[in-house]
């Protein structure tokens, strides 16, 4: 049984699933519930400046997309950060933290972008002996309109001033949550970086609008005939966090830097992947909304196995383990050629990959009468989308044409050395290979 | 109440309450959960085996992504445009046999797309609209005879009213709807539907019913011919196939399809007497739907006795299984030898390759009421040539004579299914559209 103890930024939690600051982490009976079920760490929801807490709608908070029978693969949420006092979280996060030591327990915050607001509340959060603060510099909806989450996680200058005031009013480890609702997400990181930050931690959610109420024509969530754009979460956004993260993984200017993944992470499988791409730990939100804390369980027995037929015997063994094989597309081998190959044993004759090639790609699938689909190694660019359509798995594979054949498709004999488009005749900015 | 082993025919054997409960829906209709569960699972496959494979060609991946879209009535109208009897085939189509056969989920998995539930889900929710969801040309001025009121006839009917032509329909019996009304065990049609159906595709207008009328009785060939521009005929097989064997005429024995058309027509299924020991010969559905509903009425001992083997049964597998889990026993390579008193004698049956022989041994059932199922004869022909024991025809059923057209059962080449002969109909009427316009 492989050791899933993580150690992130000197914060030691028995497994690297964390809850993301979101409604499931509002309050101690939720959070105490998490730690019960066995999640590794929490960051505690959003808190605001001492005061009246904000307020939130009292209509629909969530919008969902679906997949097959109703499954959850993307929400979007209007709330805004906790609706509850100051004073009533920071009591309840100091009782958690005492009473589960061995969970990290993190405060997510989001004040004004001055630094009085920020001198008045680091304090108070440090008392409470939670390990650490999460910066909320994401969240696209609502705050981002009074100039805080996402406004400020836009602002590059902004994000390296904050965080160079919580270095100095705070002690402990203080994590950047970054917004990708921005072009270029090392921006953001770098900022944070050269503010001192202690890690990122990514994405927030995605400024979205899950769907139209065509009755109404109104976005939904409707909220009395009105929607707004909220944040985009779940297993649909994993794709767009882990590029986010791959990037700054491998910036030369953030490289390193420890990262807490966070973007549709729903399986065991998920979190390796976010953590092969250089993630300390991972951040949950949507999955426990979806099926409640006991997911955890799953995670955990997964992610164990998985590390002891690998031979990891801890997380740090494999994170970041993935981060040098992400490079720019202009590096790729392009003497690396490949074939689709169709396994008839596995074929049950559907024609999904006739139809995918012959009408939009490029016609090197043949049928026969008898529903027979083979593959023309003469037209085919091995692009793989055969593979992507085909509803049994492992039934169409890409093989690698060995050095030394002849390619059909351009009667070129495959060579076995690494040549690139750098160095490509067709590329007017060909430098000489050396 | 009598008892399951009263001696003897007798009614009422079991409870009102468990008849019924055993007529119900044999597919319920699927909810609307399981409607979108069910919807997801197909693949849009290209140039689907489905549709290969469903006689009427229905648009099939189509329907039920226009089913998974929330769109049913759109679904609908792809399944009537090339099935106007979609509804019924829903319910009585050997769905194993056809679509959900050939669907490569069966294939993959051995748990076909449930394509006949998702069909009727589809056609329950447009026929419960009002109206009639196609319309009619502009009148044509040509008037087309159609005898025979059965899937055949009424799928000929309803496509030869909507091309704008003026068509009377006859048919021999008191209500229309064939083998629909009176052919189909009555838990795959329950509520009237038979009826009802009838009632909708009669909403496209156009066609005048005239029931009670026969050809050979009322009508005659020559004289349609005279008096219509066009003729089709789907008049069934009215007759049934006798046993051949001393006793065939005793009191007890009777046809599988009369004792099925009866239970349809009857309102009180507890009045309607069965045998407490039932023999049913042959091996195809009709065989099957009378077993089974001697079952349901509440006959103690049910078989059915095929005198080949299992896989040479007309009937399905899921319709064998059927019979099987109502308790209805399955006799393989035995054929009638003898009808008694009280009893069936039954031959044990080999086939060297040289044909099917009696082995010489021989068994007796107890058999109050003994039912003849082993397929049905043509009884009118019109005078048109016959081959095959069935009226011949060509292409897309013309018959030996000009201006007459035949399909369903009646004619060479259907087999007996009324997804065929809707299919058949059909395309008469398209030829005979052909024929009479110059399209």
Not at chain 1, 22 to 30: G, H, I, Q, V
Not at chain 1, 340 to 346: E, M, S, T, V
Not at chain 2, 266 to 281: C, Q, T
Request: glycine share 12%; with cysteine.
């Amino acid at each position: 049984m492989a050791d899933l103890t993580t150690d992130f930024l000197g914060i030691q939690s028995p497994n690297p699933f964390w809850l993301a600051s979101a409604p499931p982490t509002d309050k101690e009976y939720n959070v105490r519930r998490a730690f019960e079920a066995g999640w590794g760490g929490v960051v505690w929801k959003t808190l605001g400046a001492e005061g009246p807490p904000v307020v939130n709608v009292n209509g629909p908070r969530y919008g969902a997309i679906y997949g097959a029978d109703r499954r959850l693969l993307g929400l979007n949420n209007i709330e805004l950060i906790t609706d509850r006092p100051l004073e009533v979280n920071l009591e309840e996060m100091a009782r958690v933290k005492a009473d589960y030591p061995d969970r990290a327990l993190i405060a997510s915050i989001m004040v004004p972008c001055e630094e009085q607001a920020w001198k008045d509340i680091l304090p108070r959060v440090e008392e409470t002996n939670a390990d650490g603060i999460e910066l909320n510099f994401g969240c696209p909806h609502g705050m981002a309109e009074r100039g805080m989450g996402s406004a400020v996680g836009q602002v590059p200058e902004y994000i390296e001033m904050v965080v160079r005031w919580c270095k100095q009013y705070y002690q402990r480890p203080v994590i950047v949550k970054l917004t990708p609702n921005i072009t270029d997400i090392r921006k953001p990181a770098q900022a944070a970086k050269n503010g001192g930050a202690d890690a990122v931690s990514l994405i927030n959610t995605i400024n979205s609008i899950t769907s139209v109420n065509l009755d109404a024509m109104s976005p939904e969530p409707m909220i009395d005939g009105k929607g707004t754009h909220g944040g985009y979460c779940g297993p649909a956004v994993k794709p767009i966090a882990m590029n986010m993260v791959a990037e700054i993984a491998r910036d030369p200017a953030t490289r390193g830097m420890p990262i807490s993944g966070i973007g549709g992470i729903t399986t065991w499988r998920d979190a390796a992947e976010f953590m092969a791409l250089g993630c300390g730990n991972v951040q949950v939100c949507t999955a426990a909304m979806t099926y409640g804390f006991k997911i955890v369980a799953e995670m955990k027995s997964g992610l164990s196995q998985w590390m002891d037929e690998k031979g990891y015997a801890s997380t740090a063994d494999f994170v970041g383990r993935a981060v040098p094989n992400v490079t720019d597309w202009q590096y790729l081998n392009l003497n690396y050629i490949a074939k689709a190959k169709i396994d008839q044993d596995k074929c049950i004759s559907c024609g999904r990959c006739y139809a995918a090639c012959e009408d939009t790609s490029h016609q090197a699938i043949a049928m026969s009468a008898d529903r027979t689909f083979t593959v023309i190694d003469e037209e085919c660019v091995a692009c793989n989308l055969c593979v992507d359509v085909c509803p049994v798995q492992d039934c169409i594979s890409m093989e690698q044409l060995p050095s030394g054949r002849t390619d059909p498709r351009t009667g070129k004999l495959v060579l076995d050395d690494y040549a690139n488009w750098t160095t490509h005749p067709n590329n007017p900015g060909a430098v000489a290979a050396e | 109440m009598t008892s399951p082993t009263a001696p003897g025919i007798a009614a009422g054997r079991i409870a009102a309450e468990q008849i019924a409960a055993g007529f119900a829906d044999l597919h319920a209709p699927l909810a609307p959960h399981e409607v979108n569960v069910a919807a997801d699972r197909c693949y849009f496959c290209y140039d689907a085996p489905c549709v290969t494979a469903c006689p009427t060609s229905i648009d099939i991946p189509l329907f039920i992504r226009q089913i998974a879209t929330g769109t049913p009535e759109a679904a609908a109208r792809t399944i009537f445009e090339s099935n106007i009897l979609g509804g019924m085939c829903a319910r009585v189509c050997p769905t194993e046999d056809l679509c959900e056969g050939a669907c490569v989920r069966e294939a993959a998995e051995g748990k076909p797309v449930e394509i006949g539930r998702l069909q009727r889900h589809a056609t329950d929710t447009l026929m419960a609209q009002q109206g009639h969801p196609f319309t009619r040309a502009p009148e044509t001025g040509k008037r087309v005879a159609v005898v025979g009121a059965g899937p055949a006839g009424l799928s000929c009917a309803h496509r030869l009213a909507m091309l704008g032509h003026a068509v009377t329909m006859y048919d021999a019996k008191a209500k229309p709807g064939g083998l629909n009304e009176y052919g189909i065990a009555a838990y795959k049609s329950t509520n009237g539907f038979a009826q009802r159906e009838v009632d909708w595709l009669m909403g496209i207008g156009g066609i005048t019913l005239e029931t009670g009328k026969a050809l050979g009785g009322d009508l005659s060939l020559d004289a349609l011919a005279e008096d219509f521009d066009a003729v089709f005929l789907g008049v069934g097989l009215g007759g049934v196939n006798a046993l051949g064997i001393a006793g065939d005429d005793r009191e007890g024995v009777a046809n599988a399809v009369d004792f099925i058309g009866e239970l349809r027509q009857s309102a009180d299924l507890g009045s309607l007497p069965v045998g407490r020991n039932v023999v049913v010969i042959g091996g195809g559905m009709t065989a099957v739907d009378a077993a089974v509903q001697s079952k349901l009425l509440g006959a103690e001992n049910v078989t059915i006795a095929y005198r080949r083997g299992r896989e040479a049964m007309g009937a399905s597998r899921y319709e064998q299984d059927l019979a099987a889990s109502h308790g209805v026993r399955l006799m393989f390579n035995v054929q009638p030898h003898f009808v008694h008193d009280g009893g069936i004698n039954l031959e044990y049956t080999t086939d060297d390759g040289d044909g099917l022989k009696g082995t010489g041994e021989t068994v007796t059932l107890p058999a109050d009421q003994v039912f003849r199922a082993i397929g049905q004869t043509l009884t009118t022909d019109g005078g048109l040539t016959v081959e095959g024991r069935k009226i011949k025809v060509s292409g897309a059923g013309r018959t030996t004579r000009d201006g007459v057209w035949a399909g369903g059962d009646c004619a060479l080449g259907g087999d007996d299914l009324t997804v065929t002969a809707v299919a058949q109909g059909r395309d008469a009427a398209m030829d005979i559209h052909a024929a009479l316009t110059g399209a």
